[in-house]
């Protein structure tokens, strides 16, 4: 999020920018090579699937949590990542370059 005016209570007008720490610390992560990856609602396949992320996609961590243990193209691990509101993929499908957490648990 970015603010580039703050008018004042007086009516004067102050230029700033404004940048929340997450959206400053938010960094997008490559999907494994030619998969199309199921995002479902919740960090199980027992829960629906919202959408599919085409070959190539890149995707944001909000937060991460744990969840069932799926193995896939970097190994095999219990992490689910949050990547929209509502939305989770397995951590097993994306290049974080760690095998634990990356971003903050969600609360």
């Given at each position: 999020m970015s603010v580039d005016r703050v008018e004042e209570a007086d009516g004067s007008v102050e230029s700033e920018?404004?940048?929340t720490a997450a959206a400053a610390t938010l960094r997008y992560?490559?999907?494994a090579p030619g998969v199309r990856l199921n995002v479902r609602s919740g960090p199980s396949t027992s829960y629906r699937v919202v959408r599919v992320l085409a070959e190539g996609a890149k995707v944001p961590i909000w937060?991460?949590?744990p969840g069932q243990s799926i193995?896939?193209?970097y190994g095999t691990s219990n992490i689910w990542d949050n990547i929209d509101d509502g939305q989770y993929v397995s951590d097993a499908y994306v290049n974080t370059g760690s095998d634990g957490?990356?971003?903050s648990r969600c609360a």
């Open positions: 920018a404004v940048t992560y490559s999907v937060c991460q949590t193995t896939g193209p957490y990356v971003a």
